[in-house]
């Protein structure tokens, strides 16, 4: 079952917990508008009290990406940390029933499921608010040959940094890496999450990480730069494949001296904008694991995100790439 | 606390676990398209199993209304049952924090908090798989002169009466509703559902039911009818207010020899049907709790269900009904 996997997700299990709010609730609960706020569980309680009706959706951004691996057709692990509890059922079946392998037992003790509660404020902005809960208890016992397996490539992100085993494990998934031959991709989640974690961060990325994917917010926050031509500049220096996001301006590929431009496709209506990034992610990688050219990575990353900001939430519904071909997306230039 | 309540909903406290499935997966598991199926939890886990990446949103057609009509600024209150659990948690959540005071504590035994597994087919019909869970063990003891307070009126559905203690639950409510002088509503769940209970349904509506709603197939099925026309006629035999509606085609408000007739509102496009009836029996009960004449309990009734229609989920999300006033809705014709 792990001889064939593509993509190898190791990350926080989060179901998204959304709903509407003005910008007072923001203001008034205090957290930061736009950015990942992690929270314990009194606050947790705390706003969930105040706030209004919700959805539930499962998320997390490397099991989005992972999601939309699989749910292309690709193959596709997941190694994160839910309780055995309803919502830790609910992550895992949302995964499972695309083809996802679970790598991990629910846990039967602990705390619970991790989620987030996510604010959405009228102009369209989110701020999340995150008890990480059963993801904390993610350590480096979790990741060992058997569960690791032998993927083509184990997808990481900043946010498991913010675990209290996550810069061990993560570096222990490294490590296996190494011995298997396996590529792994580094996602930089946001970029407070990399002010809290750069020197570590650097350090992952000059050993061990081969593909580096940020918006131009976290490269620069990494690369210390301020403008998103000088952050290419800087990442030329190093020898990883870089993968860089930047919404409606498109995404720019560099590896070295070679400089793949792929524009955003123009659209209508942007329905719902969260979860662009992991759907390019899962795009790319799935462009990158069939070995295509990098245009058509970006291509393909770029065709997902497009869809993925047309639909209500941040995972890319079944059948949505039923009529992508390689080559002739609806991409405005190529 | 229970002094001023208006409106009282006794019934089952459903999550709705939505998933887009094709007609083929519908034949497959052996499901009625477009009723409500009740399944046991057995089936509800081979369900879950083979179906896909699923939202979870707070449901119940009671629920619906009870929520709409607090989000409307009406004072609400429920009694339904839910397990100390997630699920459980979320539903309590979503209703109290439209202000709905939630008369029952969770379970802390027993089986878990009910859900629906709604699998929407590509022609946008619904098929309901509903595991009750802990809404069984709602029961005679849960109804009591302090339960339920003093509410201006009581409403219950169709599906209580699926419920093993149902029958006598409902019974000793209507009882004290006529000790307390509150009025009694009963919508009409489903056809199926008045198959189910055509006997009961009749008795109770001759006695201890005061306002029946029904769409054209449920209240044809209660008054073995066969065109709308012949509904009307034979509802007019009785003393109750009847509430019917017709999807697009409107609805009809027949006390006796009194009818009024609202046209439906014509919409460019309808996002999600489901709740559409909730919807209206909230607006109408609203309007009807605040002694507004028929005609204009109609028209929001008719407001409620025209922006739930146009929106994603069966309850009215919060601040939709800001711009209602009264007898100036986008109705087509009053």
Same mark, same amino acid.
């Given at each position: ?8 997700g190791i =990350? ?11 910008? &007072? ?8 508008? #736009?950015a ?10 705390d706003?969930?009290?105040?706030m ?54 629910p ?10 509660y ?27 040959? &058997?569960?690791v ?14 675990v ?24 930089l =989640?946001?970029s407070?999450?990399v ?11 000059? *050993? #061990? ?16 730069t301020?403008?998103?031509?000088? *952050? ?5 220096e ?12 498109g995404?720019?590929?560099?590896h ?13 209506k942007?329905? &719902? ?9 899962? #795009? ?5 694991a ?37 080559g002739?997306?609806d991409?405005? &230039?190529s």
């Amino acid at each position: 079952m792990t001889a064939n996997t593509q993509l190898l997700g190791i =990350s926080n299990a989060i179901v998204d917990i959304l709903a509407h709010v003005d910008q &007072d609730f923001i203001d008034q609960i205090g957290a930061v508008t #736009g950015a990942m706020n992690l929270i314990d569980e009194d606050r947790a309680r705390d706003i969930y009290e105040k706030m209004g009706p919700a959805t539930e959706i499962s998320g997390g951004s490397v099991a989005n990406t992972v999601a939309g691996f699989a749910n292309m057709g690709g193959s596709a692990a997941f190694i994160g940390h839910v309780r055995k509890d309803q919502l830790g059922e609910i992550f895992n079946h949302d995964m499972r029933t695309l083809g996802v392998d679970i790598r991990l037992e629910p846990a039967k003790i602990g705390v619970p499921t991790g989620r987030s509660y996510i604010l959405i404020t009228p102009d369209g902005q989110r701020t999340m608010n995150t008890y990480l809960g059963s993801c904390t208890e993610l350590g480096i016992a979790d990741i060992t040959v &058997d569960t690791v397996g032998e993927p083509k490539a184990i997808l990481l992100e900043g946010y498991v940094w913010d675990v209290a085993e996550g810069p061990a494990l993560v570096r222990k998934a490294m490590n296996i890496a190494a011995d298997i031959g396996a590529s792994v991709a580094l996602s930089l =989640s946001d970029s407070h999450c990399v002010d809290r974690h750069r020197e570590s961060f650097l350090e992952a990325v000059k *050993s #061990g990480v081969h593909i580096v994917i940020a918006d131009d917010d976290e490269i620069g926050a990494l690369m210390q730069t301020d403008t998103f031509e000088d *952050s290419v500049a800087a990442v030329a220096e190093y020898d990883n494949l870089f993968v860089l996001t930047r919404s409606e301006r498109g995404s720019v590929i560099v590896h070295r001296d070679k400089h793949v431009v792929q524009e955003a496709t123009p659209v209508d209506k942007v329905v &719902d904008s969260t979860g662009a990034g992991d759907a390019y992610c899962a #795009g790319f990688l799935y462009g990158w694991a069939n070995d295509w050219p990098l245009d058509e990575c970006a291509l393909i990353g770029t065709y997902c995100a497009t869809r993925v900001i047309q639909q209500l939430g941040a995972r890319i519904e079944p059948g949505l790439l039923d009529d992508y071909s390689p080559g002739v997306s609806d991409s405005a &230039d190529s």
